[in-house]
């Protein structure tokens, strides 16, 4: 993962001049766009509960996860990004039709050396997710033998399906939907909100944020540093269409497990072809992951060379990362983040 940016290719940088004041606000709104997405989810789950409960007893599985689907893209993820974009100033920036926008989904120079780093940066994550398991194992010999594996191959907590119909959509979702708003929001608004403080510091936090936003403690920190190299790939080639598609294939590599796992519990747990087909599909996965983290290994000596542009160096990186973490509103999205009994409780009350 160490594909040297073109100058050519930074088509804009923010004309006001960088300052710990205005490195302030920008953790704060990032704290509070963070809240604002933590509470469209608990509102999600509201709505949808709300929305079962009135509706008909014989509503379809399909009808029920059409509903859920769509509840999920308008409150998870449409309300957030417009907030995030309006508070940001982005709106114009990120247009559909302005030159910037076009700009940035433009095919980059480096477009198959920047795919290229695809199994490195899987190896990075799934290296990341073992490491985690591993601590996970010694900490608590509880959790010893009851984690499946497809729970290690998939980074979501959606679960299989029993409709074709529903496959379908779910599958939509984790590879066109998610990729597409969550690059947009995270490595295009947010991060260019960071940039004129350093792109390390941009980089490092929307990784963070990005682990955060899927709401796991168990995909943390494979989600994080997932974050970390589409990051580092869209500073490299400035491209939201890049990480886009590297994310896209991520999640189509647990879209398929998840798929397959629905065919299994449409057809019944003793398929024997089904079943033939979702062994060789993880151990396919599981020589990706070992493929991927020999990969990453082998260019960790190249990634230690390589420095990232550093700009604003008024305060240190370390500082910068204080100052966003004793943010008031960071301090309350990370409250939010954690607290997943919360969400579970106002799921509860509709029960």
């Known amino acids: 993962m160490t594909i040297e940016p073109n100058k050519e290719e930074q088509f804009e940088e923010q004309p006001e001049e960088p300052n710990v004041k205005g490195y302030k606000v920008v953790c704060a709104k990032l704290g509070l766009v963070m809240c604002v997405y933590f509470i469209c989810r608990i509102a999600s789950a509201i709505i949808t509960g709300l929305a079962f ?3 008909p007893a014989d509503l379809s599985q399909t009808m029920q996860y059409a509903i859920g689907m769509s509840v999920a893209i308008i409150v998870v993820y449409i309300i957030p990004m417009l907030f995030t974009a309006r508070i940001f100033n982005s709106f114009s920036y990120y247009n559909i039709l302005s030159k910037e926008t076009r700009a940035m989904y433009k095919k980059p120079k480096r477009l198959a050396r920047a795919m290229g780093t695809f199994p490195a940066m899987y190896g990075l994550g799934y290296g990341i997710a073992l490491l985690t398991m591993l601590a996970a194992f010694l900490i608590s010999r509880a959790t010893g033998g009851q984690t499946l594996i497809e729970e290690m191959l998939r980074p979501t907590v959606l679960e299989p399906t029993t409709s074709i119909a529903s496959a379908v959509m ?22 260019d909100a960071l940039k004129p403080y350093g792109h390390g510091i941009a980089i490092l936090i929307t990784s963070i944020l990005f682990g955060l936003m899927h709401g796991s403690l168990n995909m943390l920190f494979y989600t994080t540093a997932l974050g970390f190299a589409l990051g580092y790939v869209r500073y490299a080639t400035n491209s939201i269409l890049v990480v886009t598609l590297l994310h896209a294939i991520i999640n189509a590599i647990a879209a398929g497990l998840l798929f397959i796992m629905a065919l299994v519990e449409i057809t019944g747990e003793y398929n024997r072809l089904i079943n033939t087909i979702q062994n060789i599909y993880i151990l ?24 990232i542009e550093k700009t604003w160096q008024e305060i240190s990186p370390k500082r910068k990362v204080a100052l966003f973490f004793l943010s008031i509103p960071v301090i309350i999205m990370l409250v939010l983040a954690f607290n997943e009994i919360t969400q579970f409780w106002a799921i509860g009350l509709l029960i």
């Open 284 to 307: 396919a996965v599981l020589a990706l992951v070992v493929v991927g983290i020999i990969a990453f290994i082998k260019k960790i000596p190249t990634i230690r060379k390589y420095r």
């Open 53 to 55: 409960r009135s509706a």
């Open 170 to 191: 779910m599958v939509f979702m984790l590879v066109v939907i998610a990729p597409i708003f969550e690059e947009i929001w995270v490595r295009g608004i947010m991060y």
